[in-house]
């Protein structure tokens, strides 16, 4: 048992939902409350939250009552919706998780799609000063800025982020709060880091990256994350963090208990365990 533990606290650690589960599911244990909170997550990093939600409401009534758990469940309904505070941490979170297993290629995707996500929020509240902003309105797509641009502003750069960034450049009157996030998204470092992101596999090219290359060009990944957070404070975006973090713990209580409970059940001489 506690040679089974260490594995899974590992996994956990790791944000690896997907391993930790599988390691459950071969013990028989996947209904247990542990592995439920686990196999929702595994769905949540991968933003879908639909799945994830549906699976947490699969706890027994007595974890449905644990707070974490509740708000979880809150937090998901939020994603599902698209709200911004929710949906852009969820989005640093998952670039923490690159990190932290080292997935360099995948972080600069993350990187590129935080980057397209916060020029849209800015267009768009500028745009729609008063109206409820979620990531699930239709101006959000590519094609609905593009046409806004071209047929208001005159802007007929079919790339976005140049539309956009000529569209701030000459239009946009909120200075003071847009353009300390404009010259960061457009700094030296923040385009040689992009241009990681293009010539790798997920991009145009065959390159690997290395954490060596992005402390080359950004300094330590976790300043990714610096800068982007306080871009979303900038805007008002309330960042919440160590989401995974709390609800790693709570497995991890769970889990404890979950074993006790199954060795109890099946005896501790049973082979999965040995």
Known sequence: MVESMQVMKKLIERYDYCGAYEV??????????SAVIINSCRYAVNFDFYTARKHLRRLSESAQKYPVCVDLMANLESLNDGQPDVLMSELLENLKFQIVNEEYIDFLGRVYRFKEAIYKFMFIKSQLPDRNFTFQMRFLQKKEILKILRNHYKI???????ALNSYFRKYDKNTAVVDPIIKLMNSEKMNQLIELRHNSLIGHGFKGVSAEEIQRVYGNPYNVLDDFRACLMSLGIEVQRYKYSIVNELILELLAQDYKTFFKINNSSNANFE
């Open 156 to 162: 007929f750069n079919n790339n976005l982020i140049f």
């Open 24 to 33: 459950l599911k071969d013990k028989g244990m996947e209904n247990m409350d």
